[in-house]
Nanobody
Framework: QVQLVESGGGLAQPGDSLTLSCAAS????????MGWFRQAPGKEEEFVAG????????VYADSVRGRFTVSRDNFKNTAYLQMNTLSSEDTAVYYC??????????????????WGQGTQVTVSS
């Protein structure tokens, strides 16, 4: 069992940066892939970024590639989502998730076993 708690959301202006954290408790954090998903008002939930376990490989949605960076610190049992050059299109509730999907299915929501409660990110001037 893994419990996930996101933090770091809030209000940002267009062009700003935010870093989300996902703290995990439980066993074997390093053995799980970590994914970030988001759901904007009135829209379906979408994959944002994911990072596998060792060796670490990252995957990004086209909409965030080059602006967002996913990382993990297995000693701290924490995953991160560094978000740069934010725009209003990034406004959403962001969720982290843990699972053991193979690389080919890292983007699929149903491949993740554990989910955090979400953290709100609002980008507005």
């Amino acid at each position: 069992q893994v419990q996930l708690v996101e933090s770091g959301g809030g209000l940002a202006q267009p062009g700003d940066s935010l870093t989300l954290s996902c703290a995990a408790s439980g066993r074997a954090f390093g053995a799980y892939a970590m994914g970030w998903f988001r759901q904007a008002p009135g829209k379906e939930e979408e994959f944002v970024a994911g990072i596998t376990w060792a060796p670490e490989t990252t995957v990004y949605a086209d909409s965030v590639r080059g602006r967002f960076t996913v990382s993990r610190d297995n000693f701290k049992n924490t995953a991160y989502l560094q978000m740069n050059t934010l725009s209003s299109e990034d406004t959403a509730v962001y969720y982290c998730a843990a699972g053991r999907p193979p690389m080919s299915t890292l983007r699929r929501r149903d491949q993740y076993l554990y989910w955090g409660q979400g953290t709100q990110v609002t980008v507005s001037s």
